[in-house]
């Protein structure tokens, strides 16, 4: 079920009137409640998602329920590891095999020559998501930051439908104890600031990310038939899928954050004006916040420590800030990193290009980390050009590797980014050619070719990109707007300071109302024929 569909539109408000309903006496029951609406939820397009993942969560929550039983007590520390590492091996299978088994196969094709048949896999909602929340605790368990849990509350935390199929990717610990309240209160603000949340991102995901889709998939699959995509249509394919995404992503992860709003959760932030970001490392600290936690704390984390301590235990430096030395900052940061953006790309897509996606992404941090440990003293970072000149190299950056992450194989990126540095010549279409005049006979002398493609399309492309980049770079987002209500864990309870201006601070009051009401009714009349999430994919 969508978000932004219709169905979901009544299946909220039925949910959410139960859980309050029957949590001012029966806070047990409540939760229940919640539990079964949340399956119902994601069993709606298939009871298959719910006979495929179920048994993967019971076992995981025995494997849980033994660690945690064993746990503290070391004498038995070898076998709560035993029960983690079987825990781990089985979560990795399973989403290998239902995500996976098809791109292994036809990888083992290509290199051997064999010609072995996949047969169609099922591929769970949101298994990749549901994966990483079930790893992460079961570490959290052995790591005893959870001591005690029962089934009810191991179900809210994997079930709860806000953040189910696409993140945010939630600890344990950050949401159940708002669950454990003596009875469940409607709070109005809450609601307000749920409903809010909810209508903007409802507003991004369906009046931008999906305005710009048609556009941007014209010439993805242009290119992906092999046709020649020139040089302004290659850079608006790569600028605009950008902005779909990060409307899309933004627009969901606000939805996502609004919804839990409406029972009383605050969920973690997950995305935070990424495309203002002005390093590489900022970037990620802002797109998929929560993923990038998971990646540094489950995978970077663990491998830089081990290295380190191999380091020391040969008697070797490790990163010592400026007086680094090479080997040490190739050992103990690049390889470290390499590995684990090339695995947050294969993350994304079970495909070639997003491992080249995820490794471009693995060097960029890397000579990001590099420039910080030895950059000369008189760097211009901190000044207002060298933020700026920051901030392009970034977006460029972010851009070219998302033509891989769009692309339909290595071979369609490729053409694109031919068009993209000119290699594919310059093209307008004959209709805009023809209006402007004698600019028009001048480009053409200057080597621009005319082509009969649609001069609307061309131009409400353009549109769109030029209105959407000035909505990504200039206005604070969503988080900041409501900051004074602390949208999201980790957000603050006072506004700041881009969210100063009285124009930009939520506050529940009449024109607010006005506002959101306005935004609501203006997506709800674009629904149609609902689009899915990008991230709902992985």
Not at 48 to 67: D, E, G, H, K, W
Not at 79 to 90: P, S
Not at 366 to 386: A, E, M, P, Y
Request: proline share 5%; glycine share 8%.
């Amino acid at each position: 079920m969508l978000f932004n569909s219709y169905p979901f539109l009544v299946f909220l408000p039925v949910v959410v009137i139960g859980f309050y309903v029957i949590g001012g006496s029966f806070k047990n029951w409540s939760l229940r409640w919640l539990i079964l609406s949340s399956l119902f939820f994601y069993g709606w397009w298939s009871p298959l998602n719910i006979a495929i993942i179920l048994p993967s969560v019971l076992l995981n929550y025995m494997l849980a329920r033994l660690m945690s039983r064993w746990a503290g007590n070391a004498e038995l520390r070898l076998r709560t590891d035993l029960a983690l590492y079987a825990g781990l091996a089985f979560n990795l299978c399973f989403l290998g095999y239902f995500k996976y088994k098809g791109f292994f196969l036809t990888t083992l094709n290509d290199l051997t020559g064999t010609s072995i048949i996949s047969a169609a896999t099922i591929l769970p909602l949101g298994i990749s998501f549901i994966t990483f929340q079930k790893i992460a605790f079961l570490f959290d368990v052995r790591g005893q930051r959870i001591k005690s849990f029962d089934f009810q509350d191991y179900c809210t935390f994997v079930f709860f439908f806000p953040q189910l199929i696409a993140g945010p990717i939630v600890h344990y610990n950050e949401i159940l104890p708002q669950f454990r309240k003596p009875a469940y209160r409607l709070d109005w603000n809450d609601i307000a600031v749920g409903l809010a949340l909810f209508s903007m991102g409802l507003f991004k995901k369906l009046i931008f990310a999906d305005s710009i889709a048609p556009y941007v998939s014209g010439f993805y699959d242009a290119a992906a038939s092999g046709d020649r995509v020139a040089l302004l249509q290659a850079w608006l394919a790569a600028i605009g899928f950008t902005l779909q995404i990060y409307f899309d992503f933004s627009g969901y992860s606000d939805m996502a954050i609004g919804l839990a709003r409406l029972f009383g959760i605050r969920l973690p932030a997950n995305f935070n004006s990424p495309l203002k970001a002005t390093s590489i490392i900022d970037f990620w600290t802002r797109w998929h916040m929560t993923l990038t936690r998971f990646l540094t704390a489950y995978l970077y984390n663990p491998m830089a420590l081990a290295l380190t301590r191999r380091r020391a235990a040969r008697s070797l430096p490790g990163l010592a800030g400026s007086r680094t030395t090479f080997g040490a900052f190739v050992v103990v940061l690049m390889l470290p990193l390499l590995v684990t953006m090339s695995l947050a790309g294969l993350w994304h897509g079970a495909g070639w290009n997003f491992v080249i996606f995820g490794t471009l992404h693995g060097i960029y941090l890397t000579v990001n980390h590099g420039w910080r440990l030895f950059r000369s003293k008189s760097s211009t970072d901190h000044t207002r050009i060298g933020r700026f000149t920051a901030a392009i190299l970034v977006l460029g950056s972010v851009l070219f590797a998302n033509v891989f992450f769009r692309s339909s194989s290595i071979q369609a990126a490729v053409v694109l980014l031919k068009g993209m540095v000119g290699l594919n010549g310059i093209t307008l279409p004959q209709s805009v050619v023809d209006r402007l005049g004698t600019v028009g006979g001048w480009l053409e002398g200057m080597g621009v070719e005319p082509v009969w493609w649609s001069g609307y399309s061309f131009t409400m492309a353009l549109s769109w990109v030029v209105v959407l980049l000035v909505v990504a770079l200039v206005p604070p987002n969503t988080l900041q707007i409501l900051a004074e209500f602390e949208p999201a864990l980790g957000t603050g309870s006072r506004p700041t300071r881009s969210a100063k201006p009285t124009a930009f601070v939520w506050k529940p009051s009449v024109p607010w109302a006005f506002y959101t009401g306005g935004i609501a009714a203006t997506s709800l009349l674009s629904l149609g024929q609902p689009a899915a999430f990008l991230y709902w994919q992985f």
